[in-house]
């Protein structure tokens, strides 16, 4: 972990996989537990909210290429890591994931370890794709792919 400040690049491919992966778009949904004004719409005690996080995740105000996979929208001029307020693949607000901090450091583990150790590639004349079998929570078409060691 010491050096991940080290490595913004990496650190921003990770969260772009997230950004775009959107794995549960709806978040899980929440009760308000008292009467609330939300955006000018009146929602008395008890009404079931969902969270659209794929508004977010997907806004053309907030991401400079919204539909396509770009690393950059996580870096600065410089090049180095930028947070960002509209990225909330964990949830939001209160009851974000207390899970969270671990899965961040889990993926830098894995995905750099796996890079180290593997090349990875689509199989000769297969193009990789992003769609996806929508349900509750959104999981990848079935594809192959080749990981080769180093």
Known sequence: MEDKPNMP????????????GNIVPLNVPRVNTEDTTLGGYFLPKGTQVFANLTLVLFDKNEWQTPDTFNPGHFLDAEGQFVRREAFMPFSA?????????????????????????????????????????????????????????R
């Open 93 to 149: 607000g209160k009851r974000v994931c207390l899970g969270e901090h671990l899965a961040r450091m889990e993926l830098f583990f894995f995905f750099t370890s796996f890079l180290q150790k593997v090349t990875f590639s689509s199989p000769e004349g297969v193009e990789p794709s992003l769609q996806f079998k929508p349900g509750s929570t959104l999981s990848p078409l079935l594809y192959k792919i080749c990981a080769i060691p």
């Open 9 to 20: 690049y990496t650190d921003a491919v990770i969260h772009e996989v997230q950004r775009m």
